[in-house]
């Protein structure tokens, strides 16, 4: 059906920047809307950022103004570009897209989850 590539994670510094990346491929009519989320150990999920195909953006209130979402919709790809990184964005970062697959129907489709560290 779908597939979610994500790269861009690593170990930065405070103060640092980082871009991640999610790509999607596979049977897909359109894409709605994409987003990242991010989970701290021992903490829940939460949206970090969300861009609709309109691309109208929201963002947590902890990153605004840090951190940007973008996306191409010819590679079917969407970017999280982080700026100013502080110790609290240390989390796993994942991927969402919201895509309409060949039958119509709306599909969630998470990537695997790529690992944002940052030191102080």
């Known amino acids: 059906q779908v597939q979610l590539v994500e790269s861009g994670g690593g170990l930065v510094q405070a103060g640092g920047s980082l871009r991640l990346s999610c790509a999607a491929s596979?049977?897909?009519?359109?894409?709605?809307?994409m987003g990242w989320y991010r989970q701290a150990p021992g903490k829940q999920r939460e949206l970090v950022a969300a861009?609709?195909?309109?691309?109208?953006?929201n963002y947590a209130t902890s990153v605004k103004g840090r951190f940007t979402i973008s996306r191409d919709n010819a590679k079917k790809t969407v970017y999280l570009q982080m700026n100013s990184l502080k110790p609290e964005d240390t989390a796993v970062y994942y991927c969402?897209?919201?895509?309409?697959?060949?039958?119509?129907?709306?599909?969630?489709?998470w990537g695997q989850g790529t690992q944002v560290t940052v030191s102080s």
């Open positions: 596979g049977s897909i009519f359109s894409i709605n809307a």
């Open positions: 861009i609709t195909s309109s691309r109208s953006t």
């Open positions: 969402n897209v919201n895509a309409k697959i060949l039958s119509l129907v709306d599909v969630d489709y």
